[in-house]
């Protein structure tokens, strides 16, 4: 029989220790603090040292939790689509057709990153140009969560092929591939609009994925 006194060791083990929630704490502060300077000055115009002023601690604190500016935009970044990947998978009905399926996998995205554009659109160029190999870690968690969208769009291809409701012209991976740089190229291209809105990127993106799906054969 498991005494009160266990249960309280027990459930004290399990608590973060003080130490560590403080180290939380200060990456909350760090990340919350280089968000606003890189907003309201931009991201090429903000500096490590204001971070950390705004944040209250030292500039060596700062880079406990990035390398430097680019990797703290990137953590930012990677902090947010994890909750809209999670969001987008949570969106999937699988009694909807294909095309709506895939419209819910990535208006989420359209709508995160239309909070801030130019932060966006740069952090699509950093992990567009790098290369993977050279790339500090925020920027290989990027492209692993990209790996999970591509599994995710992969799975589902494979259910429609399973089901007769899509062709089988390539395997279901080749096909996510191509659907994922569908999204990504035209993320890009709306992003660089002077005002970019969700409905419309939808929108737009919806007929691009039509195109894909359908071909161009008459």
């Known amino acids: 029989?498991?005494?009160?006194?266990?249960?309280?060791?027990?459930?004290?083990?399990?608590?973060?220790?003080?130490?560590?929630?403080?180290?939380?704490?200060?990456?909350?502060?760090?990340?919350?603090?280089?968000?606003?300077?890189?907003?309201?000055?931009?991201?090429?115009?903000?500096?490590?040292?204001?971070?950390?002023?705004?944040?209250?601690?030292?500039?060596?604190?700062?880079?406990?939790?990035?390398?430097?500016?680019?990797?703290l935009l990137m953590t930012i970044v990677n902090d947010d689509l994890e909750a809209v990947t999670e969001e987008s998978f949570a969106n999937l009905n699988g009694s909807e057709p294909f095309l709506e399926k895939l419209i819910a996998l990535f208006e989420p995205r359209y709508r995160y990153w239309v909070r801030d554009p130019e932060l966006s659109t740069f952090a699509l160029h950093e992990t567009a140009s790098a290369r993977v190999r050279e790339v500090p870690s925020e920027t290989e968690r990027f492209y692993r969560r990209r790996h999970r969208m591509l599994d995710k769009i992969a799975e589902l291809v494979a259910g429609e092929q399973q089901a007769g409701r899509l062709g089988v012209p390539d395997d279901p991976e080749t096909i996510a591939l191509f659907l994922m740089g569908t999204y990504l190229a035209h993320a890009r291209f709306w992003l660089s609009d002077s005002d970019p809105q969700v409905p419309d990127g939808i929108a737009r993106l919806r007929r691009q994925l039509e195109l894909a799906m359908n071909g161009l054969k008459p």
């Open 1 to 71: 029989m498991i005494s009160e006194g266990s249960r309280e060791l027990e459930a004290a083990a399990a608590e973060p220790s003080l130490r560590e929630r403080n180290k939380a704490e200060r990456r909350r502060r760090v990340l919350e603090a280089a968000r606003a300077v890189f907003l309201e000055h931009g991201y090429e115009d903000a500096t490590t040292r204001e971070i950390a002023a705004r944040a209250g601690v030292a500039v060596g604190t700062v880079f406990v939790y990035a390398r430097d500016k680019r990797d």
